[in-house]
């Protein structure tokens, strides 16, 4: 999807694959289509490109993935960043063409996903795309990450949705190290929200299962963090709320921000296979209520917008089939629990999980026994300490080697 620097994303993953020794090109279409006509002696503008004649984008786009297909040829790995589609002027336009992609032969699809707000913010600042509405840009967003699955269910290939906050090593660790088992976090983050030391320790149970796995954290997506103060906490029991601010890194460096847009691209790897990356958009957001009904958010751009309550109910839903996303992408989901208030949104993802044949691991703090509603859809009694989890994972051979080079 526009307006999210995917290149700066995929360009991140490609100097991390070369510092382990992988070396990875990157194609983007769009840069090749443009070269392709300016080298014809027929430029084309980025602010028109999208009126110019369907055969025309057509052509562009079979000529700009026939040069990848020689290029491929030449190099070990390649990733290959283009659009699923693009919405304009209230009418679909594609963005790949399955032809090529079915040569390419990509054996994973990813979707980068983000908040809402700073697609909007980084969109606003170019005339063609400035009238877009949130509605618009929610819709787009979901039929980017849907035309991408649908395309991956065709090949019978993968398909993984990553937030834009996530490290540039998921996605690395994704193509290389396919043997890295996937963990979604879960925890009752609307509970906890206010407490800097149970999130850090949150947070700390992050970076360790990072050791050993390519964790998924919900807490990377913060559409709902200005929604949740714009009415009462009870409204909302959603792990994807987060504090005002940024995600933090844990240790390690792994404190890459970086951005992909585009939602499709490849790589190749050395036995011959390929990975496909699609992105959609996203931003921060410091959350301010206004009156009754809306939410007021300030992108980073600092300016303030509003989300209208159908926007809103359409932000609430994406949230809950996000996560919901990530769960069924993930081979265990570890929920971590440090206090007794019991949260809607922890247990429908147990129950969503298990009901999916995924393995749920709790780890629960509080002194006293959780509920039987909460113990029930665990895999394995609860874990009273973090230290049992990993000892767990330990014997029964879960965490394997540390999931990194």
């Known amino acids: 999807m526009s307006g999210t620097d995917r290149l700066s994303y995929v360009r991140e993953v490609a100097a991390l694959a070369r510092q382990h020794g992988h070396e990875v090109a990157v194609f983007d279409v769009k840069e090749i289509m443009f070269q392709i006509a300016a080298d014809r002696g027929q430029p084309v503008e980025e602010e028109t490109i999208l009126d110019a004649a369907g055969s025309t984008l057509e052509a562009l786009r079979a000529a700009a993935l026939e040069h990848v297909l020689r290029l491929a040829d030449t190099t070990p790995h390649f990733i290959l960043a283009t659009h699923a589609l693009f919405r304009w002027r209230n009418a679909l336009i594609p963005g790949f063409d399955v032809h090529y992609l079915s040569q390419i032969q990509p054996d994973l699809y990813v979707t980068i996903s983000d908040t809402i707000t700073a697609i909007k913010g980084q969109l606003d600042r170019q005339a063609r795309w400035r009238h877009y509405s949130y509605n618009d840009l929610l819709i787009w967003r979901d039929e980017e990450t849907f035309v991408t699955e649908m395309m991956a269910s065709f090949q019978r290939k993968r398909h993984y949705l990553i937030a834009r906050d996530q490290p540039p090593d998921t996605l690395y660790r994704l193509m290389f190290r396919p043997e890295a088992k996937t963990v979604y976090r879960s925890y009752p983050i609307t509970h906890i929200v206010d407490q800097p030391g149970l999130l850090a320790e949150c947070d700390a149970l992050g970076a360790q299962l990072d050791e050993h796995f390519v964790v998924f954290d919900p807490m990377a997506i913060k559409d709902l963090q200005a929604l949740d103060r714009a009415s009462p906490p009870s409204h909302r029991d959603s792990p994807s709320l987060l504090p005002q601010g940024r995600m933090e890194r844990g240790p390690g460096g792994k404190s890459g921000h970086a951005v992909s847009s ?127 989890l990993f000892a767990y994972f330990d014997r029964a051979g879960l965490a394997g080697d540390p999931a990194r080079d």
């Not at 691209?265 to 009904?293: C, F, I, L, Q, Y």
């Not at 703090?365 to 509603?373: E, G, K, M, R």
């Open 262 to 388: 585009g939602p499709l691209a490849a790589v190749r790897r050395t036995d011959g296979t390929n990975v496909a990356v699609a992105a959609a958009p996203g931003g921060v957001v410091s959350p301010s209520p206004r009156g009754e009904g809306e939410a007021v958010l300030a992108d980073r751009s600092a300016a303030e917008v509003t989300f209208n309550p159908a926007e809103m109910q359409y932000m609430d839903d994406q949230t809950v089939a996000r996560d919901y996303k990530l769960i069924k992408q993930s081979d265990l989901v570890v929920v971590y629990y440090p206090t007794t208030v019991l949260s809607a949104g922890v247990i429908c993802e147990m129950i969503y999980a298990v009901t999916n044949g995924k393995q749920v691991f709790a780890v629960w703090l509080p002194p006293t026994d959780p509920s039987p509603f909460f113990s029930y859809y665990c895999t394995e009694p609860v874990f009273r300490s973090v230290d049992a």
